[in-house]
């Protein structure tokens, strides 16, 4: 019986972070223009997949971390309601996040449970040392190495479309529409007449799409870059299915709930529902509220982010892809003049409610299973 409420808080868990997460690799597609929002997260929902199966070989080093060896003691990583107890802290934090439409960092939220949960079970089961070392530094670190990443990676692609004379197009709306005008007739009386007239309008420009003219290699500059888009976005959903995909399967590797391949399995098929079901409130706030974008932009914002969270997971360091991804998109934004600060200011707010949040919610779930239901 606990060991099935274990697997269904885990999946649970794992929905929360594929409703959160999933459409932070292709928010820049959408935010652009460059395709519309069911094309978005179904490539997301493929290559978040992708990332999850390459997990299986892949990232050992996250699994063992994020099971909570060293962090607290063994003893209390082998009892199921400490597992079960993070495991419900954790997905409950990341689903009101999603719900009010806010990014956040299922990483941050497992080590805020895995320290609430510590701490009902003993005060002084928490190694405070290891978690500033190996989970705290690298969640702040990343963001602000996002932002400088992001604007230089920006940076160097304008310099290179400039070199290259690749130029910018702006959407102009033309067409011909039905004017009536009165037209004397005999014994001063007036009768309409319909004539076609060309009329021209120029949108606002968050409803223009920017597209580039010239050729790169021989190739149309924008349909080259919208293809390397669309790869990059997809190796930001892998990166992220890559890096987030054994933190939470590595809960039932601690409880002993399910070989490990398996729950690996069913760790991604649970992020990819929670995907394409609930995802829309986090995409509006990642494509359309941070900063204004064109493709471009976007890409760039999406190849650091991709870098960066692919190195992240291959080194088994802990980042969260929310704050590499928000802080990409931000660091572009800052350089182009176009981001978005009361978003952006709410965002980290949320993000500095994450670990409080998931750790009361933890230790209270924590009570409840030790003494209410006598576990």
């Known amino acids: 019986?606990?060991?099935?409420?274990?697997?269904?808080?885990?999946?649970?868990?794992?929905?929360?972070?594929?409703?959160?997460?999933?459409?932070?690799?292709?928010?820049?597609?959408?935010?652009?223009?460059?395709?519309?929002y069911r094309v978005a997260i179904s490539w997301a929902t493929i290559t978040t997949l992708a990332g999850c199966i390459a997990a299986l070989f892949l990232a050992q080093a996250?699994?063992?971390?994020?099971?909570?060896?060293?962090?607290?003691?063994?003893?209390?990583?082998?009892?199921p309601q400490f597992v079960l107890a993070v495991a419900l802290g954790a997905g409950v934090t990341v689903i009101l996040a999603t719900l009010l439409g806010f990014p956040?960092?299922?990483?941050?939220?497992?080590?805020?449970?895995?320290?609430?949960?510590?701490?009902?079970?003993?005060?002084d089961a928490v190694n405070v040392a290891l978690l500033g070392k190996a989970f705290v530094m690298p969640l702040l670190a990343s963001p602000l190495l996002a932002v400088a990443t992001g604007g230089a990676v920006y940076l160097a692609f304008r310099f290179a479309r400039l070199r290259l004379g690749?130029?910018?197009?702006?959407c102009v709306c033309a067409g011909v529409e039905q004017l009536v005008l009165p037209l004397p007739q005999p014994e001063g009386v007036f009768a309409a007449q319909t004539l076609p007239t060309l009329s021209v309008a120029v949108e606002n420009p968050s409803a223009c799409a920017q597209r580039y003219a010239g050729t790169v290699l021989g190739v149309n500059a924008g349909r080259l870059l919208d293809t390397l888009?669309?790869?990059s976005a997809g190796a930001v959903s892998f990166a992220r299915g890559l890096n987030d995909t054994p933190k939470i399967a590595a809960l039932l590797l601690a409880a002993g709930a399910l070989d490990i391949r398996l729950g690996l399995v069913a760790v991604a098929a649970a992020m990819a529902v929670g995907g394409l079901l609930n995802a829309k409130k986090v995409a509006e706030t990642m494509s359309h509220k941070i900063t204004g974008m064109n493709p471009g932009q976007g890409f760039a914002a999406n190849l650091s982010t991709a870098m960066l969270v692919t190195t992240a997971s291959l080194h088994g360091l802990p980042v969260s892809t929310t704050h590499v991804s928000v802080g990409s998109l931000l660091g572009m934004g800052l350089v182009t003049g176009q981001a978005n600060w009361k978003p952006v200011l709410g965002v980290l707010a949320s993000w500095v409610a994450t670990l409080p949040c998931a750790a009361l919610l933890a230790a209270t779930a924590y009570a409840i299973l030790r003494h209410t239901l006598g576990l």
Do not use: Q, W
């Open 104 to 123: 956040i960092s299922t990483t941050h939220g497992l080590a805020g449970a895995l320290v609430g949960a510590g701490l009902a079970a003993s005060p």
């Open 1 to 36: 019986m606990l060991v099935t409420l274990i697997f269904l808080a885990v999946c649970f868990l794992a929905y929360s972070n594929g409703a959160n997460d999933n459409f932070k690799g292709v928010a820049s597609l959408f935010g652009s223009r460059t395709c519309g």
């Open 229 to 231: 888009h669309f790869f």
């Open 166 to 170: 690749v130029t910018k197009e702006m």
């Open 62 to 79: 996250l699994l063992k971390k994020f099971s909570g060896k060293g962090l607290v003691p063994d003893a209390l990583i082998a009892s």
